[in-house]
């Protein structure tokens, strides 16, 4: 089994900035994709940004330019750095992790969610 705690969100104005966290936990042989998605109130959840084991990135159109998403592999650890954030960025906050577990088993889990609320 494999856990997630995510870390760092809160409020914040317009313009400013936050840095999301994201650490796995538990029978973890390898990770693979490690993603970030969002949920706004009356929205599907979307994905903001991922990142394979090799280090390559993708971005929602949304964020590109704003948002950065690195990893620690040694920590099992991913993180989003937000910066020039707006009201429309607001939404509760979601990694998944995607890989393999020691019983040899591929494994999807999802963190608890952090809320990220931008005031104009």
């Known amino acids: 089994q494999v856990q997630l705690v995510e870390s760092g969100g809160g409020l914040v104005q317009a313009g400013g900035s936050l840095r999301l966290s994201c650490a796995a936990s538990g029978s973890i042989f390898r990770i693979n994709a490690m993603d970030w998605y969002r949920q706004a109130p009356g929205k599907q959840r979307e994905l903001v940004a991922g990142?394979?084991?090799?280090?390559?990135?993708n971005y929602a159109d949304s964020v590109k330019g704003r948002f950065t998403i690195s990893r620690d592999n040694a920590k099992n650890t991913v993180y989003l750095q937000m910066n020039d954030l707006k009201p429309e960025d607001t939404a509760v906050y979601y990694c998944n992790v995607r890989g393999v577990s020691f019983r040899i088993a591929d494994f999807s889990s999802w963190g608890q969610g952090t809320q990220v609320t931008v005031s104009s």
């Open positions: 990142i394979t084991s090799g280090g390559s990135s």
